[in-house]
């Protein structure tokens, strides 16, 4: 191996068997946080399902992990959750190492066009909630660099004076700290509630 492969910071952290458990050990809590709030939004869902499409099963809950979103270890909570290609319903919960965890109500194909107009009429009702929205041309980006994502205020605002045209999907977002881990699921159900009060009826 050659030298500056592997530094002396780099040696101690693989020497370092604490490491390896603590990380599991917080991935397995926050699995388990995601659990918990996969029941709370199950059961919410009994309360919205007239906004919701008939394709979505309370048992398609899904709960995926990875180590290599922009280098970092990441947790997803996929539910509600239709993705059939180009058409997507999906709230989507996700916790990203060193970031934050985040909230995502992501609309396209079919069933954007079957709520744009309650979503046109009713987005400003999210104003002052700390609401981000995507102007990525796809939606998978979820950090919040400003090429991703701008606040809501200022993406109605923009879209207004003509800034913005209209993309092929919607993809609403909030977050907080990993410091506010305790807020995971109340401020899931909230962001869920948010978003399906959108596209009621």
Known sequence: MEEGV???AHLKLI????????????MSGIVELFGALAVDLSRMSLDFSSQMPFLVD???QKISRGENYKGMPYLILDYPRIFDGEDVFAFRSMFLWGHFFSFSFQLSGVYLERYRLQLEERLHTLQNKDYYYCIHETPWEYTYHPENYILLERYLLEKENGV???RPFVKISRKINLA?????S???CETFADCLGLIKP
């Open 6 to 8: 592997l530094g002396a």
């Open 15 to 26: 020497e370092d068997l604490s490491y390896v458990r603590l990380k599991q050990e917080a």
């Open 58 to 60: 309370s048992r398609h």
């Open 164 to 166: 913005f045209s209209a």
């Open 180 to 184: 506010e881990w305790k807020k995971v």
């Open 186 to 188: 109340p401020m899931g």
